[in-house]
T-cell receptor, first 112, second 113 residues
Framework: IAGITQAPTSQILAAGRRMTLRCTQD?????MYWYRQDLGLGLRLIHY???????GKGEVPDGYSVSRANTDDFPLTLASAVPSQTSVYFC???????????FGSGTRLTVV | RKEVEQDPGPFNVPEGATVAFNCTYS??????FFWYRQDCRKEPKLLMS???SGNEDGRFTAQLNRASQYISLLIRDSKLSDSATYLC??????????????FGKGTKLSVKP
């Protein structure tokens, strides 16, 4: 079934640990995005990639890094997790400018 | 002015009611507009695109007023299954070209029996 797969579904992580959230799409979409969603703050863009090999910073990039080695995969890494990174993380992809986004089912991350 | 602004609600309506959501956006150059639906603890899903001439999909009607920078979503004959949060979405525009989508914080709808 075409779409976006995120892993893990949920995770409890000790502060200071490194963690990579995985995102894979099979729609051959050029653009991919990482958002975090927190109560009262809505969806906030962390990083994006308009095409394989390029990445850019969104509204809240600090503490996160991404890579885009190929079209399908867009992992998000937390180098040293802090409690304020407790959130629901959504990966999304798009066929291009002017198109809507398709979202993965999300990763619920708790940093303790 | 916030980039995308919505009334957070909640809107509590009985089954069969008609309900309207409004949204304003700040950048007059924005070109792409959408409504998304998000169920509790789920990912946002595209409900419909919004076109300049207005468009309808079953019980849902979306309208765009570029002069007022205003988008609306009308739901007729509300069903219990319409209970969700509705997100207004507009593309960012900078440097003379379209950018990524900006999501409003959402309007919560609760349809009661």
């Amino acid at each position: 079934i075409a779409g976006i797969t995120q892993a893990p579904t949920s995770q409890i992580l000790a502060a200071g640990r490194r963690m990579t959230l995985r995102c894979t799409q099979d729609m051959r979409h050029n653009a991919m995005y990482w958002y975090r969603q927190d109560l009262g703050l809505g969806l906030r863009l962390i990083h994006y990639s308009n095409t394989a090999g390029t990445t850019g910073k969104g509204e809240v990039p600090d503490g996160y890094s991404v890579s885009r080695a190929n079209t399908d995969d867009f992992p998000l890494t937390l180098a040293s997790a802090v409690p304020s990174q407790t959130s629901v993380y959504f990966c999304a992809s798009s066929a291009g400018i002017g198109y809507g986004y398709t979202f993965g089912s999300g990763t619920r991350l708790t940093v303790v | 002015r916030k980039e995308v602004e919505q009334d957070p609600g909640p809107f509590n309506v009985p089954e069969g009611a008609t309900v309207a959501f409004n949204c304003t956006y700040s950048n007059s150059a924005s070109q792409s507009f959408f409504w998304y639906r998000q169920d509790c603890r789920k990912e946002p899903k595209l409900l419909m695109s919004v076109y300049s001439s207005g468009n309808e999909d079953g019980r849902f009607t979306a309208q765009l007023n570029r002069a007022s920078q205003y988008i609306s979503l009308l739901i007729r004959d509300s069903k219990l299954s319409d209970s969700a949060t509705y997100l207004c979405v507009v593309n960012r525009w900078y440097g003379g070209s379209q950018g990524n989508l900006i999501f409003g914080k959402g309007t919560k709808l609760s349809v009661k029996p």
